[in-house]
């Protein structure tokens, strides 16, 4: 059994070791959530995000978003902020931080917010990334959200977004 662990380690750390986080790389990713284990989570939650982002330096990059939101009882919300992750040790792991301009039936709301996840490759560029995330509202504590989202990122290479002359 402990023959089998290991191979299943050293198999997954190379799977990875192709996960470069590197400058210059360009990153667009699209994310959706609703299982929430906030005080809203009895009501049907959904929410769906875009996101890009740029590596400036290796293992940091910037990113910018754009959402929607849906909760029962309550009008819908559109969501647009600015944000960053930070790669751990070129494995995947991640931690980010988040600023949320949220608007939602005329009222407005600023959320910072903190996040971790995990980008899975499935192939050189395309991740599957299960993130952790908790965003604080502003204006009433309770509207605060914690919660599980779903993603899939595509991490653009330098020489794949080139023009060619």
Partial sequence: MKKLFVLLVVFASTLTANAQFEKGKAYLGASLSGFDISSQAKKFHFEA???????????????????????????????????????????????????KFHRSGGVSDFRPGVQVGYAFFITRTVTIEPELYFDISTKKFENSAFGLGIGVGVYLFKDQYKLSK
């Fill in 49 to 99: 995000n875009v996101k890009a982002g740029y590596l400036f330096m290796d293992n940091l990059m910037a990113t910018a978003q754009v959402g929607y939101e849906h909760l029962d009882d309550t009008p819908d919300a559109f969501t647009l902020g600015v944000g960053g992750r930070y790669y751990i040790i070129q494995n995947g792991l991640y931690l980010g931080a988040s600023l």
